[in-house]
């Protein structure tokens, strides 16, 4: 889905990561600003619970342990030169936190620096990275440095949870710092990964000895090359089972041939039998889903680029097997069609992991934003559009139990277009805070992120995605939809408990109120206006003029919302086409702010 926004982060780093490296040398007086390694071992962690391998070659190894304050990073290298490390908020160089390091004669340095541009990093006028070892050993050089989250400074970049750009870098020469620093790496010596820094790592989790395994995944499925993005959906049935168990940990299974050709799989659960048995072998394009099918879509578990494996909590499991589980399951894959090779055929899917051994709570999952179809409307030439998907009181107030439930983890998706993510949380009007807060968000890297404290949402709550995009290099608009050129933003749930038959909250403007709002004749159009009713009325409308852009952005806080508020088998309990209306909370605590 991002192949364009992939393509010029690439050409960034070449043209701006390698030009600038190979001038950071250490300016006049910077002596004292750099750190020795006469310090002792003894402040270094033990171990290390991340730990990332990058290079072609696995050459370049860092590992890292954080606490509530700081966090401590140790850098081996296949080099007896300069290595570097960075965190960048889009993945070049510019606003980028440097720190270049390297071991002279026994003696360890380490420089802390901001890039601004195509330039080179200048040392940060506090020096806020403390180096507590740097060895060369078995042609490596070892770095471990320490670090505040959050420095207070406008040249470092906050360390939290939501996404990062890692870059790296490293040379198989040392600076030398009388001749202008650091010499250029080469191509194959610099990189980029998008990661959440602040996460556990669930890659060593233990499953249980009683724990069995089940895999569910395409069986040589072969989706067409096109222009166009399709979505290809297969059925499964459950392993025979004579009594409830527990999922408890979920696995992608992409075949190493998929890679860069899967953007994301969805697993939905599904609660109504079908009457002809024989479509439980369903497997084709999701367009041609039977009708007893098309309800099915009931989230059980995510994956997207840059996710991983996902256990449950300890206390919490995906009950199957009992009364009122799901009967059947719908994977659905969407492959980046336009790029597949000729001869391209897929077996990826999922395995789970479940057990007899009940655990104390039952865990479900419902996405939170704007319904995922063409009355979501983004104009063109925007840098930073923002689109709000909300989850209103009623639907809160009719579903959740009294005691309202507990989220340990959250989802947030979004198409190439997305540069960032907010998913909010309100009670009684007044904005409580952030599950999600991603400002640098990667439509390449979407993983699901692990709370670390549950958070409890009350009936009669409150919930939306925000989601910012950026269009400033599109000229038509862009349409909500599953195609690689159309938009998408939502986040999902993972809470306990479940709550029986609750589906999704999405909402959107009524596209009906939004044309009479613009001045537009509707008196022909019908309220649930299709895709091309939809697409050849809004057409209709200059997207060149930034009044109009003004006005349809100040509609979008107007207009009625078509609000759905659904349970598995799409029995929708409350009326989608009311007159819902744009909560008018405050919460504006938490917009961009400046250094």
């Not at 392993?239 to 860069?260: M, N, W």
């Not at 991603?438 to 979407?446: E, K, P």
């Amino acid at each position: 889905m991002c192949a364009h926004q992939k393509l010029v982060q690439n050409l960034a780093i070449l043209l701006l990561l390698g030009t600038l490296l190979c001038h950071c040398g250490t300016p006049n007086g910077a002596e004292s600003s750099t750190k020795s390694g006469d310090v002792k071992k003894e402040r270094e962690p033990e171990t290390y619970p991340r730990r990332l391998l990058l290079g072609k070659n696995g050459e370049y190894t860092v590992e890292w342990r954080y606490t509530d304050d700081d966090v401590v990073f140790r850098v081996s290298v296949e080099t007896s030169g300069w290595v570097g490390l960075g965190f960048s908020p889009r993945g070049g160089m510019e606003g980028a936190d440097v720190v270049i390091g390297w071991v002279d004669n026994g003696k360890a340095f380490l420089t802390d620096r901001f890039a601004v541009g195509n330039q080179q990093p200048a040392l940060d006028t506090k020096q806020d990275y403390q180096l507590l070892s740097g060895v060369e050993e078995d042609n490596k050089t070892i770095l471990v440095f320490q670090r505040k989250l959050n420095t207070s400074d406008c040249e470092d970049v906050v360390l939290n949870s939501e996404t990062i750009r890692l870059i790296w870098s490293y040379s198989d020469k040392d600076p030398d710092v009388d001749n202008g620093g650091p010499t250029y790496h080469g191509p194959d010596h610099r990189g980029t990964k998008s990661i959440i820094l602040l996460d556990s790592d669930h890659s060593k989790t233990q499953v249980p000895a009683d724990a069995k395994k089940y895999e569910f995944c395409n069986n040589n499925v072969r989706p067409e090359r096109q222009q166009q993005t399709l979505y290809w959906c297969t059925l499964f049935q459950f392993p025979k089972l004579q009594k409830r168990h527990h999922i408890i940990r979920f696995e992608p299974a992409v075949e190493p041939s998929s890679v860069g050709h899967i953007h994301h799989m969805l697993l939905f659960g599904c609660y109504s039998p079908l009457q002809d048995e024989s479509l439980y072998s369903f497997s084709d394009i999701c367009l041609k889903l039977p009708k007893d099918i098309q309800n099915c879509f009931s989230v059980m578990f995510s994956w997207a680029v840059g996710g991983e494996a996902f256990d449950f909590p300890d206390h919490v499991g995906y009950s199957i097997g009992g009364k009122g589980d799901p009967l059947f399951l719908r994977l659905e894959v969407h492959y980046d069609n336009p790029r597949l090779p000729a001869d391209f055929k897929d077996s990826s899917g999922f395995r789970f992991y479940y057990t007899p051994n009940l655990r104390q709570h039952n865990g479900g999952a419902f996405p939170v934003g704007m319904f995922p179809m063409w009355w979501h409307i983004i104009p063109p030439r925007q840098e930073k559009f923002k689109s709000r998907g909300w989850c209103l009181k009623e639907c809160t107030q009719l579903y959740f139990p009294s005691d309202g439930i507990n989220m340990f983890s959250t989802f947030a998706h979004t198409h190439a277009s997305g540069q960032a993510v907010r998913f909010r949380h309100f009670r009684n009007g007044t904005h409580l805070e952030n599950f999600i807060n991603d400002v640098h968000f990667d439509c390449d890297f979407q993983a699901i992120r692990h709370l670390k404290t549950e958070k409890t949402i009350m009936p009669g709550d409150t919930l939306h995605t925000e989601c910012t995009f950026n269009t400033a290099d599109r000229e038509n608009v862009t349409y909500g939809g599953y195609g690689r050129t159309d938009e998408m933003c939502f986040s999902i749930v993972y809470y306990y408990p479940k709550i029986d038959n609750f589906g999704d909250c999405f909402s959107v403007a009524q596209p009906l109120a939004m044309l009479q709002r613009l001045g537009y004749n509707t008196s022909d159009l019908p309220l649930e206006m299709d895709q091309a009713t939809t697409v050849n009325a809004f057409e209709t409308f200059n997207w060149k003029d930034p009044n109009f852009i003004s006005e349809y952005t100040q509609a979008l806080n107007d207009v009625s919302l078509y609000f759905r508020c659904d349970n598995q088998t799409r029995l929708e309990q409350l009326d989608p086409f009311a007159d819902w209306k744009v909560p008018q909370y405050d919460y504006s605590d938490d917009e961009d702010t400046t250094c």
